[in-house]
């Protein structure tokens, strides 16, 4: 069975549909990556909760880091990926489809933003800042593990209409 | 704050979670029927491609989005399965206007055009499969309806 969708048959129709993307990416790799991230960000929540600010902003900068690694090299190449590609993927049947990895990437760049918050308030002082950014990030990443929600999909289909992306017609056609 | 306090306030946090899980998850795919709307043409979706004979499957993706390749897989096989039906896919990335004109708040959202160009239903998120078979076999005019009087 071929993993790949083949369409030949079938251009896509609208004007401006999409262009045939090359999904490369098993969706699922992206879920084990944010079953991980929400449980060390549940973690930041107790630090901060229990008063560890310092443990409980640490956590989160490395958190941070990691969705900074994650927007910028790409969803596919993200460390959680990786250990997925490793020990995760060898022991599970081939997936049903292959993904696009800008999606994914974009909810990374959507954590890096949230969890960048609450960093930059943590460290001015504003120590309760930490555990509400992890929070809002772990209902996120806890969404996409458990019942494969897409925020960053939906986030972007709200930026494109309120006009901050994606303005004007479509330049290829 | 004390640590079962604290562990508790995390536990709480994770039954929000997956309460909001499950309200989204449960409105995912379902069919709302569109009463009495204007009939549309190829041109309001920005489609160059005619509508189907008997029914159009109009599909508003983004770039970003992973369940849309495959929505378009799956509409695409049912269009080419049934002779007169047509499928659209209509990319919101460059077309914020249609996203507002047609108050699309996730992607994919399908929408079925009858035969005239009519939105029947409309679908948010991705549908399944029967459930689209179900709904053209329904479409008013369709031979299925006819053969069924």
């Not at chain 1, 696009?100 to 949230?114: E, S, Y």
């Not at chain 1, 986030?155 to 994606?166: E, K, M």
């Not at chain 2, 549309?40 to 970003?64: I, N």
């Not at chain 2, 369940?67 to 499928?87: D, K, N």
């Amino acid at each position: 069975m071929p993993l790949l969708p083949a369409e030949p048959g079938t251009p896509a129709a609208g004007a401006g549909a999409p262009r045939p993307r090359r999904p490369d990416l098993d969706p699922r790799g992206p879920r084990f990556g944010a079953g991980i991230t929400a449980v060390l960000l549940l973690v930041v929540v107790f630090l901060s909760l229990t008063g560890a600010s310092a443990a409980a902003l640490s956590l989160l900068v490395v958190l941070a880091a990691l969705f900074a690694w994650g927007a910028i090299a790409g969803a596919g190449r993200h460390p959680w990926g990786l250990l997925f590609k490793r020990f995760v993927r060898p022991r599970l049947a081939p997936p049903g489809e292959l993904e696009n990895p800008a999606p994914p990437t974009f909810a990374q760049g959507v954590g890096l933003l949230v969890t960048l918050v609450g960093v930059v308030l943590g460290l001015v002082g504003l120590a309760p800042a930490v555990g509400i950014a992890a929070a809002a990030a772990f209902v996120a990443a806890f969404l996409n593990a458990v019942f494969d929600y897409c925020l960053g999909c939906q986030l972007y289909l709200l930026l494109v209409r309120s006009g901050l992306l994606g303005r004007g017609p479509a330049s290829a056609g | 704050m004390d640590p079962i306090l604290a562990l508790g306030s995390v536990l709480a946090l994770v039954a929000a979670a997956t309460g909001l899980g499950l309200a989204w998850r449960a409105r995912q795919g379902r069919f709302t029927e569109v009463a009495e709307a204007p009939a549309l043409t190829p041109a309001d979706v920005a489609s160059t491609a005619q509508f189907g004979a008997e029914a159009t499957l109009v599909q508003f993706s983004t770039e970003h989005c992973s369940r849309c390749p495959g929505t378009h897989r799956m509409l695409a096989g049912v269009a080419r399965s049934r002779p007169g039906v047509v499928h659209v896919e209509v990319d919101l990335t460059h077309r914020a206007d249609l996203a507002r004109r047609f108050q699309v708040l996730q992607t994919p959202t399908t929408l079925i055009l009858d035969r005239t160009g009519r939105v029947q239903a409309r679908v948010g998120g991705a549908p399944h499969k029967a459930g689209i078979i179900a709904h053209l076999d329904d479409l008013p005019g369709s031979r299925h309806a006819t053969l069924a009087r």
